[in-house]
């Protein structure tokens, strides 16, 4: 990743989510990243990706990936994905082929807005 290239990395925060320990995971990205010379990163929590069952849901669309199933020990699983790695095939198992054409679509037409930056 360029030092011009942001990076943003959303986390759904609704309440399947949090159930699952979507806080938790969004504050262990908040401590990797802030806490590092990572200054193109921001993190945003967005509201749903429709995948309750899967989460916590991470999605970079920098680098068109959707995590499921996330945990805070999964943080530096992320910084390699935003560093240009393939995402493991253990996060990305529970993905639902339609589903991820539709997260993809809405992100190709600029339609992915955070709810709050995290």
Sequence with gaps: MSQAE???IYVCNNIDCKNRGADRVIEA???EFHSSES???RI???MCFSACNSGPNVVIPNRRCWLTAVSPEDVSVVRDVVS???PPQHLQQKNDP???ALIFGI???GLL???EDA
Aim: charged content about 20%; hydrophobic content about 35%; some cysteine.
């Design 6 to 8: 942001i990076c943003e």
């Design 29 to 31: 990205l908040r401590d």
């Design 39 to 41: 200054p193109a990163i």
């Design 44 to 46: 945003h929590t967005y």
């Design 84 to 86: 240009g790695a393939n």
């Design 98 to 100: 339609q589903l991820e």
């Design 107 to 109: 992100m190709d037409a």
């Design 113 to 115: 807005c955070p709810s």
